[in-house]
């Protein structure tokens, strides 16, 4: 019995942590649909998005606080600040990515890396170097149900996590501009024959992928209320290790390998000394890789393949 | 054409061997460096060592100087950032010893740095004195390196005594970043200390993280199972305030205690309430101090409009260490590698130098025999005096 408490709990840290790589690593899935390229900046877009975030919080937190209830806060932050941060996954696409489209792939690829440093040391000399702590958007009420605690911030996140992974599965499959993208990844070359525009199709991707980015960064700003401007780096590798591991360009791919890293993640360091937990978290992972070099969702062959 | 070979020998040999004299003819500007992380991962720790060093600075420029035997010499800082990274650490330090001719280094703060950093000042036999860092292997077997704090071994035994004395705890949990020298050694010893008193297992869960981990969820719930009467995380004030709040979110309802690394400001600042009531370790307490600490405190109060945590205060006191030293040499000769050997000497010998830190005499190794206090973060979210625990 107390196993199975000690069980349930860690499902429900994975949980919370998985949402988060899962919800980050779409953006680089996305992405790599439309471009074939992996957008390096998208773990410093998600640090702006909590950044942003942060400011839009203390904003309307200062603006609203008792006139509103909390959750009109909260939503109104997080739909202001995925606007915001959107036009940054906009800009993005247009200054890095649009000028060297047709350059050698290795220069293209390294336009986010640059990017991302950009964005770190700009946050760093606007902001200076001392952490931020982000306010909570909600009181934060801890419940013991059957030997398992959980708190309603948990508990929002993977609601709210979960609700954005199916409206863009929705989006996607059932809007043109979904199908528009779902066909620029099919052939980006003869789709824009078509009269669909891949200036079109790829600023709207980025605007997405950063959007998302930007609802993890206020939801981890929840869960781990200190910003600094390097908090994009780690948890972007890892969330670009789901993406691969998810199959290149697979959102459900991404999505599914998000929560299985978070997974692995906590029951490895729940079972092993947490000394070991990346060590053998990874091992895991390549292991996985090399059963399934195409990640689990990823498309058998394909002609296209340029990276 | 001989005599015209001859006469320039003649001519370059005297030039070069003359020319120290004329060097030292010149004005002889006394440079500190100081190595510091003003940015990075503690970037605060960094910021109170400059303002610590900037209000010396003032003094020293009021006074005119400083005078050593019956001259006035002029003094510079120089400020350089290691970005709280053990290599950047390392880099400063050879820059200030070998381009800026600098006579002493102050700093770096955190033992990941120091550690690294104090090798190099000991190869160019460069004086370093580390405020804070308590990490054993800083000055072991480095003539050249000196600290201002007391060590690890110390402060975990202190920690020990003091969770064990007042609550009569016999169960601990240990949570520690495993690639950070400074929590990892402190952990180390704590753990030691603490089987060495209540027997093999009592030590009921030792979890560690790696440096830029955010998540604590699975160890800390391991440690809520465990039982564990009291945790100890000897952690910086960016990780504190989330291992505080994820082990409250997952049930843990015992003490949590930490060590000189909870000091800075922003750790009550970024926990907030729920850091009220928890004990540390450190150098000295601001809330109630008294005398020449009182004064430093309500200075770099009325200049930086926050109150000076145990880096500023340590940092002060090693710049007055390393002032005293200099002025006990009696006379800098302008020859820098003469010059760094005689403060080196200086330093040693001094013996009960009262700090606004404590009472400091060195022994052997350049760590000083000082006192510990225990700060218990009270319900308006001061660090108050608690209790004062001596060797």
């Known amino acids: 019995m107390e196993l199975l408490q000690y069980i349930l709990q860690n499902l429900i840290n994975a949980a919370e942590r998985g949402s988060f790589y899962a919800v980050i690593s779409i953006g680089y899935s996305m992405v790599y649909g439309v471009l074939m390229l992996f957008n390096f900046a998208h773990g410093d877009i998600f640090m702006v998005g909590a950044y942003i975030g942060f400011g839009i919080a203390t904003l309307f937190i200062g603006i609203f606080a008792g006139l509103l209830p909390a959750p009109l806060i909260f939503l109104a932050t997080v739909v202001t600040t995925m606007f915001l941060v959107s036009w940054v996954g906009v800009f993005v696409e247009v200054a890095g990515y649009r000028p060297l489209r047709n350059a050698p792939r290795a220069s293209a690829a390294i336009t986010g890396l640059m990017i991302g440093i950009i964005f770190e040391t700009g946050v760093l000399i606007l902001l200076g170097a001392t952490r931020l702590s982000f306010p909570p958007l909600m009181k934060s009420v801890t419940y013991h149900v059957g030997g398992i605690y959980i708190t309603n911030v948990k508990a929002m996140i993977i609601i709210i996590s979960l609700l954005l992974m199916v409206a863009l599965h929705a989006f996607i499959q059932k809007t043109k501009w979904g199908m528009a993208m779902r066909a620029m990844s099919y052939d980006f070359l003869a789709v824009p024959l078509m009269g669909v525009s891949i200036n079109t199709i790829a600023p709207l991707t980025f605007a997405m992928g950063a959007g998302l980015a930007s609802v993890a960064g206020i939801l981890y700003g929840q869960a781990y209320p200190i910003l600094d401007p390097y908090m994009g780096v780690i948890i972007g590798w890892k969330a670009f290790v789901a993406a691969i591991l998810g199959g290149r360009g697979s959102i459900k791919g991404a999505a599914f390998a998000g929560y299985l890293l978070g997974f692995i993640e906590i029951f490895v360091a729940t079972i092993f000394p947490s000394t070991l937990r990346d060590l053998i978290a990874y091992s895991i992972i390549l292991i996985i890789l090399s059963f399934k070099p195409r990640g689990f969702f990823g498309m058998e062959h394909s002609t296209k393949l340029r990276l | 054409?001989?005599?015209?070979?001859?006469?320039?020998?003649?001519?370059?040999?005297?030039?070069?061997?003359?020319?120290?004299?004329?060097?030292?003819?010149?004005?002889?500007?006394?440079?500190?460096?100081?190595?510091?992380?003003?940015?990075?991962?503690?970037?605060?720790?960094?910021?109170?060592?400059?303002?610590?060093?900037?209000?010396?600075?003032?003094?020293?420029?009021?006074?005119?100087?400083?005078?050593?035997?019956?001259?006035?010499?002029?003094?510079?800082?120089?400020?350089?950032?290691?970005?709280?990274?053990?290599?950047?650490?390392?880099?400063?330090?050879?820059?200030?010893?070998?381009?800026?001719?600098?006579?002493?280094?102050?700093?770096?703060?955190?033992?990941?740095?120091?550690?690294?950093?104090?090798?190099?000042?000991?190869?160019?036999?460069?004086?370093?004195?580390?405020?804070?860092?308590?990490?054993?292997?800083?000055?072991?077997?480095?003539?050249?390196?000196?600290?201002?704090?007391?060590?690890?071994?110390?402060?975990?035994?202190?920690?020990?005594?003091?969770?064990?004395?007042?609550?009569?705890?016999?169960?601990?949990?240990?949570?520690?970043?495993?690639?950070?020298?400074?929590?990892?050694?402190?952990?180390?010893?704590?753990?030691?200390?603490?089987?060495?008193?209540?027997?093999?297992?009592?030590?009921?869960?030792?979890?560690?993280?790696?440096?830029?981990?955010?998540?604590?969820?699975?160890?800390?719930?391991?440690?809520?199972?465990?039982?564990?009467?009291?945790?100890?995380?000897?952690?910086?004030?960016?990780?504190?305030?989330?291992?505080?709040?994820?082990?409250?979110?997952?049930?843990?309802?015992?003490?949590?205690?930490?060590?000189?690394?909870?000091?800075?400001?922003?750790?009550?600042?970024?926990?907030?309430?729920?850091?009220?009531?928890?004990?540390?370790?450190?150098?000295?307490?601001?809330?109630?101090?008294?005398?020449?600490?009182?004064?430093?405190?309500?200075?770099?109060?009325?200049?930086?409009?926050?109150?000076?945590?145990?880096?500023?205060?340590?940092?002060?006191?090693?710049?007055?260490?390393?002032?005293?030293?200099?002025?006990?040499?009696?006379?800098?000769?302008?020859?820098?590698?003469?010059?760094?050997?005689?403060?080196?000497?200086?330093?040693?010998?001094?013996?009960?130098?009262?700090?606004?830190?404590?009472?400091?005499?060195?022994?052997?190794?350049?760590?000083?025999?000082?006192?510990?206090?225990?700060?218990?973060?009270d319900n308006k979210g001061e660090y108050g005096f608690y209790k004062s625990i001596c060797p």
């Not at chain 2, 006074?63 to 880099?91: M, T």
């Not at chain 2, 580390?130 to 201002?148: A, C, H, I, K």
């Not at chain 2, 064990?164 to 016999?170: K, L, P, S, V």
């Not at chain 2, 869960?205 to 998540?215: I, L, N, R």
């Open chain 2, 1 to 377: 054409m001989r005599k015209i070979v001859l006469l320039t020998i003649v001519a370059v040999t005297s030039a070069v061997i003359f020319s120290p004299l004329a060097f030292s003819a010149r004005k002889t500007i006394i440079k500190i460096g100081i190595n510091a992380p003003l940015t990075g991962d503690i970037p605060k720790v960094g910021e109170c060592t400059k303002y610590a060093a900037m209000l010396w600075l003032e003094d020293i420029k009021r006074a005119g100087g400083l005078k050593v035997g019956n001259k006035n010499y002029e003094v510079e800082l120089v400020i350089e950032d290691n970005e709280s990274k053990a290599e950047s650490a390392v880099k400063a330090n050879t820059k200030m010893i070998t381009q800026d001719d600098v006579l002493a280094i102050i700093g770096p703060q955190a033992s990941k740095q120091a550690v690294p950093a104090g090798g190099v000042a000991n190869k160019y036999k460069t004086v370093m004195i580390s405020p804070w860092s308590t990490n054993p292997d800083t000055t072991l077997d480095r003539p050249f390196v000196f600290r201002g704090c007391f060590l690890d071994p110390f402060q975990g035994q202190v920690m020990a005594n003091f969770i064990t004395d007042e609550f009569g705890f016999t169960t601990a949990a240990v949570l520690y970043d495993v690639a950070s020298d400074y929590p990892r050694g402190l952990a180390q010893v704590f753990k030691k200390i603490w089987e060495k008193k209540h027997g093999p297992d009592s030590i009921v869960a030792y979890e560690s993280f790696t440096t830029k981990d955010t998540d604590f969820s699975s160890q800390l719930t391991k440690i809520v199972r465990s039982g564990a009467q009291v945790l100890f995380t000897p952690q910086y004030y960016n990780e504190v305030p989330l291992i505080v709040k994820q082990a409250k979110e997952l049930g843990w309802k015992a003490p949590i205690a930490g060590s000189d690394s909870w000091g800075s400001p922003e750790t009550v600042k970024l926990c907030g309430k729920d850091c009220y009531g928890l004990y540390f370790s450190s150098h000295y307490a601001a809330a109630g101090a008294k005398g020449a600490t009182k004064t430093f405190i309500d200075r770099y109060k009325k200049a930086y409009d926050y109150i000076p945590d145990d880096v500023a205060a340590l940092t002060w006191d090693a710049l007055h260490l390393v002032q005293q030293a200099i002025q006990d040499t009696g006379k800098i000769t302008g020859r820098i590698g003469k010059d760094r050997i005689a403060v080196r000497d200086a330093l040693a010998q001094i013996k009960n130098f009262s700090g606004i830190t404590g009472k400091m005499t060195f022994t052997q190794e350049g760590d000083p025999i000082k006192c510990a206090v225990i700060v218990k973060i």
